[in-house]
């Protein structure tokens, strides 16, 4: 179980947007993907997702991206993107679940084991709340919540996140992360995720990314990634760093801002 990205390279409006990036992931594992606005965190993912014209390689357990239909492509990989306007639409989130289970068939999987499964989802999310609700009624952050719901229900191999906290309160913010990373190691899977609070990406990912301009600037252990100087460096931003609990986590603390982009 691997996932591997070899040299992707998109261009969009004649401009480079992301330039020979490669990463690899294991079982288990999560990766976050850090840069500046504009950097191509979002056009990088929609890439090895297939959602975005691209070179180079992608491969999820040894199976070439481009040699998959769209339909294997889906089961295999969940987005959840930034942009949730799919959820408007008058069904309920019990009724999405199952719907979403039924991508590879023309018909709805109203079986016992889809419902099942839709309601494992959300109890494993603390989501049982929702289940008869609209979510086009509910809030942005119950939204996103209910848009990770829909990913996991799948049970994909990959799980990619763009931004998936921007939304939330500080309870959910650690909920929603804390839930995908016990369901990441508990099923082998592996997570990539877009995250602009610098403390949530220190405290669950194990992997970082650090991209500029569309190219890999920095990658590896997030520990190492992550440091003052080279957040200063990418960011432009003074930083400091604190342990907490004993050194458990390493908050980030911005300072100051050293210079303009
Ligand atoms: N369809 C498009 N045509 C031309 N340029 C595009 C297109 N889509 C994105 N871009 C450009 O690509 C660059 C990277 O965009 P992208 O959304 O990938 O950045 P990002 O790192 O996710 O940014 P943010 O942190 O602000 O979400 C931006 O400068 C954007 O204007």
């Known amino acids: 179980m691997s996932f591997r990205t070899t040299d992707i390279c998109v261009d969009l409006g004649g401009r480079r947007i992301v330039d020979h990036v490669s990463i690899s992931l294991e079982a288990g594992e999560s990766l976050t993907v850090l840069g500046p606005n504009g950097a191509g965190k979002t056009t990088f993912m929609r890439a090895i997702c297939g ?14 991206l481009s040699q998959l239909s769209r339909v294997e492509a889906a089961r295999k990989i969940g987005y ?25 068939k023309l018909s709805w999987r109203t079986g016992s084991d889809s419902r099942r499964r839709a309601s494992e989802v959300l109890g494993r999310l603390g989501l049982e709340r929702f289940a008869d609700s609209c979510p086009k009624n509910l809030s942005g952050g119950e939204r996103q919540m209910i848009a990770l719901a829909l990913a996991l229900v799948r049970s994909p191999r990959l799980l990619l996140l763009d931004e998936p906290t921007s939304a939330l309160d500080l309870a959910n913010q650690l909920s929603m ?20 609070d610098m403390n949530l990406a220190t405290r669950y990912a194990d992997q ?27 960011y432009g931003v003074t930083c400091r760093t604190l342990a907490v609990d004993d050194g458990a986590y390493t908050a980030i603390y911005p300072v100051h801002v050293l210079r303009h982009r």
């Open 51 to 64: 959602l975005q014209a691209f070179t180079g390689q992608v491969e999820v357990d040894g199976d070439t």
């Open 177 to 196: 992360l804390e839930a995908v990373t016990e369901y990441t190691r508990e099923h082998g899977i592996m997570t990539i995720s877009i995250l602009h």
């Open 80 to 104: 959840v993107a930034q942009d949730m306007t799919s959820l408007n639409v008058r069904l309920s989130v019990f009724e999405l679940l199952l719907l979403a289970q039924s991508s590879t």
């Open 208 to 234: 970082a990314v650090m991209l500029v301009n569309g190219q890999v600037r920095h990658q590896g252990p997030t520990a190492q990634v992550m440091t003052p100087a080279r957040l200063s460096e990418v």
